[in-house]
């Protein structure tokens, strides 16, 4: 019964889903990952079936959530083991960022980056910890619990890596100074494609033309989307053009080509999602213009059908036009140096290349 249990953990663990249901009741029609799948292994193995028929009326059916804390605290403690002793006496790079969770707590995440026995380059997690305030001593003590909790200790630091907030990377107060004060080894590593994106946000945000682009680019996206009609709309019509574009030759037919998709939103902390803006907008231009038309002459209010017109108006200047296909020109440089940036096996050479 107990291998059974782990077995249940460790598979809801490696694929990452919840182990409870809203309604645990035997009477309910599903009763959560863990139950259902304890269930499930049960009904395709003849000896789990006949133990827990025995133990059915007893407290011994390792069904409670306390039994599910201790199996997967268990597996987090050997994890952990088994991570410590690859590091073992090696120097490592201290990775830390701090975000915000659902419930609005702050939270630090560390993670180590060490070369293993056979010459590999590990990243791993090791921790998350919440923190009541975001200054550097708060930081740095909860860096210190995760490392002394370890026996990982803060001399055999060799790199250390965080975002570009203040708080983390300034010169003489930010948490990389303080660690430098009782480590000087530590080299500091502002993560480049998150230096890229920053620059392409600056360069930008500070250019009028540019502004201007995005900012109409996500009003016509969040027009079209607003209502669930206009979608299906823009879908229908946009199936059409391919159609007759691949009737008249003017398509290449393939697998993989001509796909169905939809007006892309963009977002200021993935700066590619821009890039994947513009394209849609770009290749679905024609059907967003005819979508936007319907939707100015069937405009129940005067409102409405003034701001529809004006995007209208908006998207057929010239200006626009040249914004978006230059805009694609170099995010799509941009965003092939950043891609090439993330990769696990780039090299210095090629990345400057790229640069």
């Known amino acids: 019964m107990l291998t059974a249990a782990i077995d249940c953990v460790r598979f809801l663990l490696r694929q990452g889903l919840s182990f409870r249901g809203h309604d645990e009741s035997s009477n309910s ?29 007893s407290n ?24 410590m002793k690859d590091i073992g006496n090696s120097y490592f ?28 380059v590990i990243e791993r997690f090791i921790g998350i910890k919440h923190v ?28 250390q890596g965080y975002d570009g907030a203040s708080n983390m990377r300034g010169e003489f107060h930010g948490l990389k100074a303080i660690i430098l004060n009782d480590n000087p080894q530590p080299f500091y590593v502002h993560c480049f494609a998150h230096q890229l994106q920053l620059c392409l946000v600056a360069v930008a945000k500070n250019h009028w033309q540019v502004k201007q682009l995005f900012e109409f680019t996500s009003r016509i996206i969040n027009t079209i989307g607003v209502s669930f009609k206009r979608p299906d709309a823009l879908k229908s019509i946009q199936h059409e053009k391919v159609l007759l574009h691949l009737k008249n030759g003017n398509l290449i037919s393939g697998k993989g080509l001509n796909q169905e998709t939809n007006l892309q939103k963009s977002s200021d902390t993935r700066w590619s999602s821009h890039l994947h803006s513009l394209i849609s907008l770009m ?45 694609i020109d170099i995010l799509g440089i941009t965003n092939e140096l950043s891609q090439s940036l993330q990769r696990k096996d780039q090299d210095i050479e090629n990345a400057m290349k790229l640069v």
Do not use: C, W
Request: proline share 1%; no cysteine.
């Open 132 to 159: 009541t305030s975001t200054n550097i001593v708060t930081l740095k003590v909860a860096i210190e619990d995760i490392l002394a909790k370890h026996s990982l200790s803060i001399h055999r630091i060799r790199g």
């Open 93 to 120: 790079f201290l990775i830390v960022d701090e975000s915000r969770d659902i419930s609005t707590k702050e939270q630090l995440v560390i993670a180590v980056r060490y070369v293993d026995k056979l010459g590999q």
């Open 283 to 327: 290749h679905m231009y024609a059907s967003v213009i005819e979508v936007l038309e319907i939707d100015k002459d069937e405009g129940v209010h005067d409102q409405q059908s003034v701001e529809v017109g004006v995007l209208i108006d908006i998207m057929e200047s010239f200006d626009f036009i040249f914004s978006m296909h230059l805009m």
């Open 60 to 83: 011994l059916k390792l069904t409670s959530p306390k039994v599910h804390k201790e199996i997967y605290f268990a597996a987090l403690a050997q994890t952990l083991t088994y991570i």
């Open 29 to 57: 029609d599903n009763r959560g990952n863990y139950l259902e799948l304890l269930d499930f292994l049960a009904d395709h193995n003849e000896e789990i079936k006949i133990v827990a028929s025995q133990y059915a009326s």
